[in-house]
T-cell receptor, first 115, second 113 residues
Framework: DVKVTQSSRYLVKRTGEKVFLECVQD?????MFWYRQDPGLGLRLIYF???????EKGDIPEGYSVSREKKERFSLILESASTNQTSMYLC??????????????FGPGTRLTVL | AQSVTQPDIHITVSEGASLELRCNYS??????LFWYVQSPGQGLQLLLK??????LVQGIKGFEAEFKRSQSSFNLRKPSVHWSDAAEYFC???????????FGTGTRLTIIP
């Protein structure tokens, strides 16, 4: 079974702090994704990566950056956390087969509260 | 741009009753469609997916979905719900070029005895 893990289930930070959310997958997947989930808005894509050191902006990248130094790890960074970034953050990974759409597998999520 | 609409924010059904959750999509080409379920406090689990072929797709936990191109719909069904089906359900469409998923806003399902 694919396993996607996220470093924290719950996180509380102060406004202005730099925040790191970590995601690790154990199935040698090429693609990794970060979403945020808000009530009434569903899931929205922040960033995704289809290879080590490669990244692309999703639909709502403002205020976020990402890092992928190793294939299995994809980090989401909030350079200066703000209260409007209080949300549930979900990481996902997929195999990344060329010419195909592969299933995305999700981690359990990190609920971030910014005070 | 692709989009997904789930018109029902919240649905309540009795245990043992049938269920249908609606999903409409907008996408210029052949859609790649998914249904995910999220139990309270959990991540998303794939229920089923449609890429091509038979328009009636079977998934896990007794769920099925039917792709209707003429109606741009991909509705999720289950003939008899169980209390453990209480969760939030998300429909999504994938962009073939980069696998970006666009999600609907979700439907929360409540089961009553």
């Amino acid at each position: 079974d694919v396993k996607v893990t996220q470093s924290s289930r719950y996180l509380v930070k102060r406004t202005g702090e730099k925040v790191f959310l970590e995601c690790v997958q154990d199935m040698d997947h090429e693609n990794m994704f970060w979403y945020r989930q808000d009530p009434g808005l569903g899931l929205r894509l922040i960033y995704f990566s289809y290879d080590v050191k490669m990244k692309e902006k999703g639909d709502i990248p403002e205020g976020y950056s990402v890092s992928r130094e190793k294939k299995e790890r994809f980090s989401l960074i909030l350079e200066s956390a703000s209260t409007n970034q209080t949300s549930m953050y979900l990481c996902a990974s997929s195999l990344g087969t060329s010419g195909r759409v592969d299933t995305q597998y999700f981690g359990p999520g990190t609920r971030l509260t910014v005070l | 741009a692709q989009s997904v609409t789930q018109p029902d924010i919240h649905i309540t059904v009795s245990e043992g009753a049938s269920l249908e959750l609606r999903c409409n999509y907008s996408y210029g080409a052949t859609p790649y469609l998914f249904w995910y379920v999220q139990s309270p406090g959990q991540g998303l689990q794939l229920l089923l997916k449609y890429f091509s072929g038979d328009t009636l797709v079977q998934g896990i936990k007794g769920f099925e979905a039917e792709f209707k191109r003429s109606q741009s719909s991909f509705n999720l069904r289950k003939p008899s719900v169980h209390w453990s089906d209480a969760a939030e359900y998300f429909c999504a469409v994938a962009d073939f070029g980069n696998e970006k998923l666009t999600f609907g806003t979700g439907t929360r399902l409540t089961i009553i005895p």
